[in-house]
């Protein structure tokens, strides 16, 4: 059965910005189907490695084969949750990469494997017996990849500082500067950047010579020209730009050659007009300027029968060709910054972010996870696969650096994405949980202190905690008769066993968990929670209503909550699209004539248009009322007034599969 949700905080769903969910990860993603079906476009885990240090507590002849179960079990109830667009990365080492790839694999296919990213750590065993392993994995696999690639910006990620230049350039164009005051602009900034990376290598211990190789802005240091352009993209003068309201656009200069790949016959014949080895007069001498070796990429003059094909004349004549000083220089063509805004996402990447020193960060104690992830590192695969309004998914939270990262890369684009964290650790409470209220305070921590508290945000994320399997055993009451347990003594093991199994807990039980009568005053429904390992426990009241909207997938819209005069109303949007209307009620407060009176007060009328579905707990004499559509074979008819007990019973408590 799906697990009961215990307290939560209610809020509609538009209003939540994020999911904190403390449960078994299976047991959460059950519930989640309904709510979430098709709507998760990146899902990232980072599931235990199953190492000597963090070992799973299984019996050793079992400890792969036991691993390979528990992931298939919850990767494939994550497959259902992506949208067709949707992509997943899973952390992985070499221990279990091939189990994991033979997972991923059999659930989406090979033709939706993405790639194998192969992340090169900052780590040296000089105690390793032959090799020190300074690499992990993390497998890529898209829901539906032909989908998937349409979107030109999937898996691909923001150019390292291109924000910042794009944030200089905003800072300097209200001014109309000089061009070459712009391009000195330019410069500082990555000079600046130079100093403060090298600050970074040299403090978190790395060899300067070796790392600067891998300066993340080393693609960018080229763009380091500036000119004005309008509206339409046409170059302006300097002197004109203010009349003109030009903005800055920065550009370097790039390779102009032929590429080396097996080419036409005709770029060889000097009088076809797709021949590339001309001479182009200088603009100023007038004089022919040299062609690359490998000849130029592009024909000379425009084709009228290709008016969309690239010629020389034509980039010039849209200032897009850099010349020299005179006609020596081999003419360039002008890259725009802002015309590359991303890079192509590479297999092998480096990334040295300290998951610890970053928890220290925020908490000022060491250990307080065994090997979090950064949330820059959790950050590249968001930005490699959410949209600026998608949700992102992780079942296996741990010290919650996903929810970090979300909150991290909403901060930079402005986006409003959301994110679905579960976890069922004890540090659910002392670490994720102030975590996400950390890092909405401040995006910066030291000491446990915040270092830029005034870049706090509005930010709201529910709560929710799931029973737990020991929840479920405290809450069991067998119904058994002298007679029976008699039998049930003089039985031989084996089919003592049997019946233990096939009916002692399927019938003995039945009603235990939940019965029909505790949906007359369903918001006072409890259960015996675990409060400690040594088993005690202590009566919490459930959290039907939510319970109920999470199984029948409902989109909350409004909730008019009003306990204390017996009734909750909630509206939403099901899976189907249908609108929905869920009425609670204390039978004992809420007759039937009372009933009716409150929906006239609230002037609901089931039997109106305004609802598709309109559920009702306990007994009502409101007139049942059909709803009529078109499907092959002819007319359907369903009916609009249900009663939510049978509903939330076969939701709840369906054994299939």
Known sequence: FKAALLAVIDCLDEQVDGVLIHSDNFQALNLLQDRYQEQIRCVYIDPPYNTTSSAIPYKNNFKHSAWATMMHNRVEKIAPLMSQ???????????????????????????????????SMNTNNSQAPNYSTNHEYVLVYAKDRVIAEQDKNM??????????????????????????????????????????????????????????????????????????????????????????KADIWVWREADSSMPATKQSPTVNEPSHKNWRWYKPLHPVTGLPAPHPKSGWKF???????????????????????????????????????????????????????????????????????????????????????????????????????TGHAVIAVNREDKGKRKYVLVEQGEYFDTVIKPRMQKVVYSPDWKGGKPTAPSAGISHAFKVVNLESYEDTLNNLHLTRTSAQQSLLESMPSEAKEDYLLRYMLDIESRGSLLSVDQFKKPFDCKLKVTVDSAGAYEERTIDLVETFNYLIGLRVKHVDMQIDRGFVAVTGVLPSGEKALVLWRDVEKLS????????????????????????????????AVFTSTEAEGGITKTLKIRQIE????????????
């Not at 007060?601 to 707990?617: G, H, R, T, W």
Request: a negative charge; hydrophobic letters at 35%; glycine letters at 6%.
């Open 155 to 244: 898996f691909r990620e923001p150019k390292p500082g291109f924000a910042e230049v794009m944030e200089l350039v905003s800072l300097l164009n209200p001014e109309y500067p000089p061009v070459s005051h712009i391009e000195e602009k330019i410069r500082a900034l990555y000079r600046q950047h130079q100093l403060d990376y090298r600050d970074q290598v040299e403090a978190d211990g790395l060899d300067w010579e070796i790392e600067q190789k891998n300066d993340p802005w080393k693609g960018l240091f080229n763009y380091n020209k500036a000119e004005y352009r309008d509206s339409a993209g046409k170059l302006v003068p300097e002197q004109d730009a203010r009349a003109r």
């Open 299 to 401: 024909a000379y003059a425009d084709d009228e029968d290709s008016p969309d094909r690239r010629s020389f004349v034509a980039l010039d004549r849209d200032g897009r060709i850099a010349w020299g000083d005179d006609e020596k220089k081999i003419p360039q063509m002008k890259r725009m910054l802002h015309e590359v805004e991303t890079n192509v996402g590479k297999s092998v990447f480096t990334d040295y972010s300290d998951g610890e020193k970053q928890t220290h960060g925020l908490f000022n104690r060491s250990g307080v996870f065994l090997a979090p992830k950064h949330s820059k590192f959790v950050s590249r695969f968001i930005v490699h696969a959410a949209k600026k309004d998608s949700i992102v998914l992780d079942c296996f939270g741990g010290s919650g650096s």
């Open 646 to 657: 049978p509903e939330f019973m076969s939701r709840m408590f369906n054994t299939e599969a």
């Open 85 to 119: 667009d949707g992509a997943i990365f899973v952390s992985i080492d070499k221990h279990e990469r091939q189990n994991l790839e033979h997972i991923l694999t059999e659930i989406y296919s090979e033709n939706n494997q993405i790639e194998e990213l192969i992340w």
């Open 592 to 623: 039937y004539d009372e009933l009716n009176r409150l929906c006239d007060k609230l002037a609901i009328n089931p039997a109106d248009s305004e609802f598709d579905v309109v559920y009702i707990n306990g007994d009502h004499n409101i007139p």
